[in-house]
């Protein structure tokens, strides 16, 4: 992808092996520079999940964060108990909290939700909404809310199972989160193209 004007290399993993009873889920996600400097972020959350009702799951497990680039490299590790599921309307939500090693806690809500412009086109937005509890100043994040992003793709099936996309994705910091981006010199907003390839 294209995060103003600099090339990134961007991933967002979502997978899980076992049945409909029990399951262990893999997701990451995270971006780092393809050229220069080499900095970025990765997070990567391994639960067990269990259905607690036809259209939800319980999710239980762990996630590892790691800021990268010149300097220090700066890792946490968090308890995770999530909620997954098909609200009215067909929207996936995901609710998770999150509790880390240092004591730090967070809340993270997101919503996804597919509309079939086609049989094989599809647009997909993506709204993902951040809030810490306590401050976590080694990660730049204050208590409140803390990060909003906006994404939409448009991608086309060439199987149900493989779909090459395109999209925009835009991240802003906010409350006292974005005060600390700002008093380093930090960017509070972020617009990024994206291209990229579904598999399932």
């Known amino acids: 992808g294209a995060s103003d004007g600099h090339d990134v290399w961007r991933w967002d993993i979502d997978g899980w092996l076992g049945n409909d009873v029990h399951r262990l889920v893999l997701k990451s996600e995270g971006d780092r520079s393809a050229s220069g400097d080499v900095e970025g972020e990765a997070e990567a959350q391994l639960l067990y999940a269990r259905p607690i009702s036809p259209y939800w799951d319980l999710q239980l497990g762990l996630r590892q964060d790691v800021?990268?680039?010149?300097?220090?490299?700066?890792?946490?590790?968090?308890?995770?108990?999530?909620?997954?599921?098909?609200?009215?309307?067909?929207?996936?939500?995901?609710?998770?909290?999150?509790?880390?090693?240092?004591?730090?806690?967070?809340?993270?809500?997101?919503?996804?939700?597919?509309?079939?412009?086609?049989?094989?086109?599809?647009?997909?937005?993506?709204?993902?909404?951040?809030?810490?509890?306590?401050?976590?100043?080694?990660?730049?994040?204050?208590?409140g809310l803390s990060e909003l992003e906006?994404?939409?793709?448009?991608?086309?099936?060439?199987?149900?199972?493989?779909?090459?996309?395109?999209?925009?994705?835009?991240?802003?910091?906010?409350?006292?989160t974005a005060d600390v981006a700002g008093d380093s010199d930090e960017k509070t907003d972020d617009l990024a193209i994206l291209a990229g390839i579904r598999l399932w």
Request: neutral net charge; without cysteine; aromatic residues 10%.
């Open 150 to 176: 906006l994404g939409l793709r448009l991608r086309y099936e060439l199987r149900r199972e493989l779909a090459p996309y395109v999209g925009i994705n835009w991240t802003r910091k906010l409350g006292g």
């Open 67 to 143: 800021l990268f680039g010149p300097g220090t490299d700066r890792e946490r590790t968090f308890a995770v108990l999530a909620l997954e599921g098909l609200a009215p309307q067909w929207i996936e939500l995901e609710t998770s909290l999150f509790v880390s090693d240092d004591g730090d806690s967070s809340l993270r809500l997101e919503a996804v939700h597919d509309l079939y412009v086609t049989q094989r086109i599809v647009a997909q937005t993506r709204v993902e909404l951040d809030a810490a509890f306590s401050n976590a100043t080694r990660f730049g994040v204050r208590s």
